[in-house]
């Protein structure tokens, strides 16, 4: 499967994006996705993820409240929708995909993976 994350962009901080994640190649519906973002001179990091079903959420804590993930299989899509942004929120944010059971928030968990897009928040 390939992944192809888009919407990211420049923003005052307070401000929200929503990101997206289209999967092409095969469906993902039975793939768990997750969000990761890496800031420069950090380690890559784990935004959040969303379960196969879609019933199933779970979030960094520097970001619980403020960024939501939800999908749409038909459109074979995960969104990342960001809130009240902040400085520190500026990133390349990721999407990754893998095809088993379970949210993890390693990167090494995850087999596939977006190009990368970036979002920055000015203060």
């Known amino acids: 499967v390939q992944l192809q994350a888009s919407g990211g962009g420049l923003v005052q901080a307070g401000g929200s994006l929503r990101l997206s994640c289209a999967a092409s190649?095969?469906?993902?519906?039975?793939?768990?996705v997750a969000w990761f973002r890496q800031a420069p001179g950090l380690e890559r990091e784990f935004v959040g993820a969303?379960?196969?079903?879609?019933?199933?959420?779970n979030y960094a804590d520097s970001v619980k409240g403020r960024f939501a993930i939800s999908r749409d299989t038909a459109k074979n899509t995960v969104y990342l929708r960001m809130n009240s942004l902040k400085p520190e929120d500026t990133a390349v944010y990721y999407c990754?995909?893998?095809?088993?059971?379970?949210?993890?928030?390693?990167?090494?968990?995850?087999?596939?993976w977006g190009q990368g897009t970036q979002v920055t928040v000015s203060s």
């Open positions: 990754a995909a893998r095809n088993s059971i379970g949210i993890k928030v390693l990167t090494t968990a995850y087999e596939y």
């Open positions: 969303i379960t196969a079903s879609g019933d199933v959420t």
């Open positions: 190649g095969r469906t993902f519906r039975t793939y768990t």
